[in-house]
């Protein structure tokens, strides 16, 4: 009815006037907040918000439709904060699968060849710590580009530290722990075709180390 009207429209200019500097304040906090994809940053921006009456409900307040309304800056906040939710319980889903399989599975796997045309496998360790990366580089050979196709048994040992083994030109080399495996990645040349593969091959291992982390963690 016409009284309803005039009484919500005096409401809201009421609002406006109470609240114009908080909610000035409070819209420039969301729309920072939107796009900074700090879960923290958002849940603050979102209780200033609602401090500012940048979100209600119809029942209490008589604005909108009915239901609880938001304004948009608010919405954009609520939107972001969902994705943002929704990824990282999808990193942990997959961290958790990932996780799980590395427990039940000892593996052995080629990464990819360097310049030289040694192989570098991926072990998966029999003995703790089972939640480190360990590469394995076949020495060069002479013979054959690629040389051996099999990693040595020993390559199923865990070794102590994080750091790379440097051995001589006929030997093993192994590289233990997130950081050796980095340094090892950052060392090949993206423009050679074997050297770019086996980079992104590290790369992969060491993501879904980080996964694995966060879904123990979560």
């Given at each position: 009815d016409l009284e309803g009207i005039v009484?919500?429209?005096?409401l809201i200019k009421h609002r406006r006037d109470t609240f114009g500097p908080a909610r000035d304040a409070a819209q420039e906090g969301l729309r920072a907040a939107a796009?900074?994809?700090?879960?923290?940053?958002?849940?603050?921006?979102?209780?200033?918000?609602?401090?500012?009456?940048?979100?209600?409900?119809?029942?209490?307040?008589g604005i909108g439709p009915g239901g609880r309304w938001v304004a948009a800056e608010t919405r954009d906040v609520y939107t972001a904060l969902h994705e943002m939710h929704k990824y990282r319980d999808e990193r942990v889903a997959e961290g958790r699968r990932q996780l799980e399989l590395s427990q039940t599975i000892v593996r052995t796997a080629p990464l990819g060849r360097d310049r030289y045309g040694r192989r570098?496998?991926?072990v998966q360790p029999l003995e703790e710590p089972r939640d480190q990366p360990h590469v394995w580089c076949e020495p060069r050979s002479s013979e054959l580009v690629g040389g051996i196709v099999e990693p040595p048994r020993e390559a199923s040992r865990a070794a102590d530290g994080g750091e790379s083994r440097p051995c001589g030109k006929r030997d093993w080399q192994h590289f233990v722990g997130e950081s050796a495996c980095a340094a090892l990645a950052a060392s090949l040349d993206e423009r050679g075709e074997r050297e770019s593969h086996l980079r992104a091959s590290l790369e992969r291992t060491l993501r879904s180390r980080q996964l694995q982390r966060l879904a123990a963690s979560g």
């Open positions: 009484a919500r429209r005096d796009s900074s994809g700090d879960a923290a940053v958002m849940e603050a921006a979102l209780e200033a918000a609602r401090a500012a009456a940048l979100e209600g409900d119809c029942d209490e307040d570098h496998w991926l």
